[in-house]
C-alpha cells in the first residue's frame, strides 16, 4: 500500500489566503496527484470564514471548510461578528466551528477578550453539535477550563498544531479532543521531551494537518506551506513511532474520518 492509495488528510489549512492566489488551483491539482485526498479550510475572521466556504464549494468532493474567529482577533470583534459566525455553520460546507481558542504568546488581544470570546464560542460548538478547532499558544490551563466549564461534556475537536506536554495531551484527549500535528514537530530535538512525546500520544488521537501557507516542515522550512509537504510530518511520525509510513496515514486518515463521520461523502469517510 502507497501514501497514495492510502491518502492523507489536511485536518487544517488556509487555502484562501492571498499567498495561494497566483496558483492555487495548481497547488490542489498537485495535492490530489500526490495523495491528499481531503482538506479542511479553515476560518478565522468572518470575512477569510466566508472565504473557505467559497474554496470548500468549489471543491465539494475534497474540501470542507470551518468557520471561526481567531484570538487575535477578539480585541475588534463584536457581537454581531460571532451571530454571523452561527449563520454560517448553516451552510452545508461548514464541518467544524473554529479556528478558536486562547494565545497568550503573542497577546495581539486583550486577555479578558479572548477568553470571553473563546467561551461563547464553546457554547456555539456544542449548540451547533460541530467539532471546534482550537488554537492553544501558552494558553493550556484556560483552554482546559474553559472546555470543561462550557463545553458541557460534549465538545469535541482537535488541538490545531498542539503545542502541550503529556500531561496536556492526556487532559485534552479526555476532553474529547485530537491532536493535530504539522510541521512544527519537525523542529523538536528527537532527544529532548517534547520530540520524545511524539512516540507516546495516542495513536488513535491524532489527525495530520500543515496550518499552510505557514509552518512548512523541515526540511522546507521557511517556504510557503501546502498539503503536500504533510509527507514529511509523516515521516519524522513513521520514525518516533517505528511504523510505516504508510501505516501512519491510515490511521491519522482514519481518526479524521471519525471526528468528522457527519461530513459524509468526503473523501475517506465512509468506514
Given at each position: ?93 461548514v ?36 467539532p ?23 465538545a ?17 484527549v ?13 523542529y ?22 500543515t ?33 510505516p ?27
Amino acid at each position: 500500500m502507497t501514501l497514495l492509495e492510502t491518502g492523507m488528510i489536511d485536518t487544517h489549512c488556509h487555502l484562501s489566503h492571498p499567498d495561494f492566489d497566483p496558483d492555487r488551483e495548481a497547488v490542489l491539482a498537485r495535492c490530489w496527484k500526490e495523495g491528499v485526498t481531503a482538506i479542511l479550510e479553515v476560518g478565522y475572521s468572518v470575512e477569510t470564514s466566508r472565504k473557505a466556504i467559497a474554496v470548500a464549494r468549489a471543491h465539494p468532493d475534497r474540501i470542507r471548510a470551518s468557520v471561526g474567529i481567531h484570538p487575535h482577533e477578539a480585541g475588534r470583534t463584536e457581537p454581531a461578528d460571532l451571530e454571523a459566525i452561527r449563520e454560517l455553520t448553516r451552510e452545508p460546507e461548514v464541518v467544524a466551528v473554529g479556528e478558536t481558542g486562547l494565545d497568550f504568546y503573542r497577546d495581539w488581544a486583550p486577555r479578558d477578550r479572548q477568553l470571553d470570546l473563546f467561551a461563547r464560542t464553546v457554547r456555539l460548538g456544542v449548540e451547533v453539535d460541530l467539532p471546534l478547532v482550537i488554537h492553544d499558544r501558552e494558553a493550556h490551563e484556560d483552554v482546559l477550563r474553559i472546555l470543561r466549564e462550557e463545553g458541557a461534556g460534549r465538545a469535541r475537536g482537535i488541538f490545531h498544531c498542539f503545542s502541550g506536554d503529556p500531561e496536556v495531551a492526556r487532559q485534552a484527549v479526555d476532553l474529547g479532543f485530537h491532536l493535530g500535528l504539522g510541521g512544527s514537530i519537525t523542529y523538536l530535538n528527537p532527544r529532548k521531551k517534547k520530540g520524545r512525546m511524539l512516540g507516546e500520544l495516542p495513536l488513535d488521537r491524532i489527525v495530520l494537518e500543515t496550518d499552510a501557507p505557514w509552518l512548512a516542515p523541515i526540511p522546507e522550512k521557511g517556504t510557503r506551506n501546502d498539503p503536500t509537504k504533510m509527507r514529511h510530518v509523516v515521516a519524522r511520525l513513521a520514525e518516533a513511532r517505528n511504523l510505516p509510513p504508510e501505516e501512519i496515514v491510515a490511521r491519522t486518515s482514519a481518526n479524521a474520518a471519525r471526528l468528522f463521520a457527519h461530513a459524509a461523502p468526503w473523501p475517506g469517510h465512509a468506514g
